[in-house]
């Protein structure tokens, strides 16, 4: 059993207490103590989730030496740091996205684990769904040809009240962008999964339905270093809310993933795949409504990786190829002129 400390307890920290509850029944990893800002908030969620202890600060759960890994799932602006110092204190570490709000930071945190030698894994869960997987290997095996296409799409709602609601959420210094990095950083992640990384990308973005300072709004066009060209769209502008599409077309097929379902598979000379309905249809509106089998099988592939000493499938590297786009996108939008990857943040 490797034994958590979260940090949070929001509606990230909730998936991976759930996820842990189920681990717990495995024999592969538990719960064993909460942290937030305030005692009552932390002891209520650690009751809910039956952690035995819970803490008021974030220095007390790194103290607490049962503690052997730490799940961060905190306003994003505190992963860096709290990452940095559950490392330093010899912890492996599992941040949510994204893992940090520059690049700078996402290298230091890859740099510190490496050289303590302690896990570093980004809940990027979706990179565990059985249809994304699907798709994986359909591409992997060449079977949609060459690729020449892929979109990411994602056009959310989110009313003026969630971001007023917040203190960190809207915000460059806590929440370091918007609808890029908050919320269609899980499709950039897999567009990057499924077509490879980026060359050279032109962008963007702006803030368009809410009285916020960063972007609603953001297309971006990519071209990826097969010569394929890729499509991003994030926004959680466009009312009432639409499901996200992930697309990417081959020479010889394409795939479709709409709203967590796999819509459209097809390949020249094969039968064609279509699904009837969208799963998790409510959940590009309602977060809490996404069922938690990714975060499990995450949390699952962590857990192990540290035990065993390897690495985790969406360690730090995997974790920062989505931040270096959507950073390379703002800076795109700022410069208002294409942006060349690798992309070395000034
Ligand atoms: N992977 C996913 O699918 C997924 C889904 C949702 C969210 N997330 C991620 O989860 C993270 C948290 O987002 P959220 O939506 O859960 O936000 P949230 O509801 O605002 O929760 C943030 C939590 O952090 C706590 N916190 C704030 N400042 C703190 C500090 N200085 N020390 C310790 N705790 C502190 C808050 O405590 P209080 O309650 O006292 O304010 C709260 O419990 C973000 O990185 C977000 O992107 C991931």
């Known amino acids: 059993m490797l034994r958590?400390?979260?940090?949070?307890?929001?509606?990230?920290?909730?998936?991976?207490?759930?996820?842990?509850?189920?681990?717990?029944?495995?024999g592969v990893a538990e719960l064993v103590a909460v942290a937030g800002r305030r005692g009552a908030k932390a002891e209520e969620f650690a009751r809910k989730h039956g952690a035995r202890r819970w803490y008021a600060s974030f220095d007390q759960l790194l103290a607490d030496p049962e503690v052997e890994a730490v799940a961060i799932s905190t306003p994003h602006y505190l992963h860096f740091p709290q990452a940095v110092a559950a490392i330093e204190a010899g912890k492996h570490v599992l941040v949510d996205k994204p893992m940090a709000v520059s690049l700078r930071e996402a290298d230091e945190m890859v740099r510190r684990a490496e050289r303590r030698g302690v896990a570093l894994g980004v809940v990027l869960e979706y990179r565990f769904d059985p249809v994304v997987e699907r798709v994986k290997g359909c591409v992997d095996r060449g079977e949609l040809g060459r690729l020449i296409l892929g979109e990411a799409?994602?056009?959310?709602?989110?009313?003026?009240?969630?971001?007023?609601?917040?203190?960190?959420?809207?915000?460059?210094?806590?929440?370091g962008g918007g609808a890029l990095i908050n919320q269609a950083i899980h499709t950039v992640d897999l567009l990057l999964w499924l077509m490879g990384d980026v060359e050279e990308l032109w962008a963007y973005a702006g803030t368009y339905a809410h009285d916020i300072e960063v972007e609603d709004l953001a297309v971006a066009a990519l071209r990826f270093r097969s010569g394929a060209l890729g499509v991003v769209q994030a926004s959680t502008a466009t009312y009432p809310g639409f499901p996200t599409r992930l697309e990417v077309h081959g020479t010889e097929?394409?795939?479709v993933i709409e709203g967590g379902a796999l819509k459209l598979l097809v390949t020249r000379g094969g039968a064609a795949e279509r699904a009837e309905g969208l799963r998790g249809l409510e959940s590009w509106a309602r977060p809490e409504a996404v069922p938690i089998e990714n975060h499990v099988r995450l949390l699952r592939d962590f857990a192990l990786a540290a035990r065993g000493g390897g690495r985790?499938?969406?360690d730090g590297r995997e974790g920062r190829r989505s931040l270096e786009v959507i950073r390379a996108i703002y800076a795109s939008s700022r410069l208002r002129q294409p942006v060349r990857l690798p992309f070395a943040e000034v």
């Open 4 to 26: 958590f400390g979260l940090v949070g307890t929001g509606v990230g920290a909730d998936f991976i207490a759930r996820a842990l509850q189920v681990l717990r029944g495995e």
């Open 312 to 314: 985790p499938r969406v």
């Open 253 to 255: 097929g394409a795939a």
């Open 153 to 175: 799409v994602v056009e959310w709602f989110r009313t003026q009240e969630y971001y007023a609601g917040s203190d960190w959420r809207g915000r460059w210094a806590t929440e």
